[in-house]
């Protein structure tokens, strides 16, 4: 098996190659396509055939928004156990106020920077972008889809 390459942040989002290049492309052809054969001979079926390419269209980004939300969801809840244990007791009742976008940067983070950005996270209600950009110790997390 092949290594993987540290993350940082400039190369940790991730492309699913058969979503992105296969399922995606050929759901968005198959549009144009219908789209095209209707223009040129119209019919009921044909119209219903562009119909239902849609709704495949519309279905397949919404299965992955769907399995996000999940993956968003379980990060969510990692990252608050997890700072749960490392942050000290004046930051570990402020937890609830740092927003999903916050807690999900987080998770880049090493366990001895969490303190450190979840405070300056909480002063300054840094970004998302914010938060991954500060981070020095990446904490790769290659799971991700």
Not at 49 to 74: C, E, N, P, T
Request: glycine share 4%; with cysteine; net charge positive.
């Amino acid at each position: 098996m092949a290594e993987k390459v540290p993350q940082t942040f400039a190369n940790h989002t991730r492309l699913d190659p058969p979503f992105h290049f296969f399922i995606v492309p050929v759901a968005a052809i198959n549009v144009v396509v219908v789209a095209w054969k209707l223009i040129q001979n119209f019919s009921y079926g044909q119209a219903w055939l562009l119909v239902l390419s849609i709704a495949g269209v519309v279905a397949v980004l919404k299965f992955r928004l769907y399995a996000l939300k999940v993956q968003d969801r379980v990060i969510r809840l990692e990252e608050r156990l997890r700072l749960g244990q490392l942050l000290p007791d004046k930051l570990r009742g402020r937890i609830p106020e740092l927003d999903g976008a916050q807690l999900i940067a987080l998770r880049f983070a090493c366990d001895e920077e969490v303190p450190r950005l979840c405070e300056k996270a909480l002063a300054g209600k840094m970004s998302r972008k914010d938060i991954k950009k500060a981070i020095v110790t990446w904490r790769p997390d290659y799971n991700r889809v």
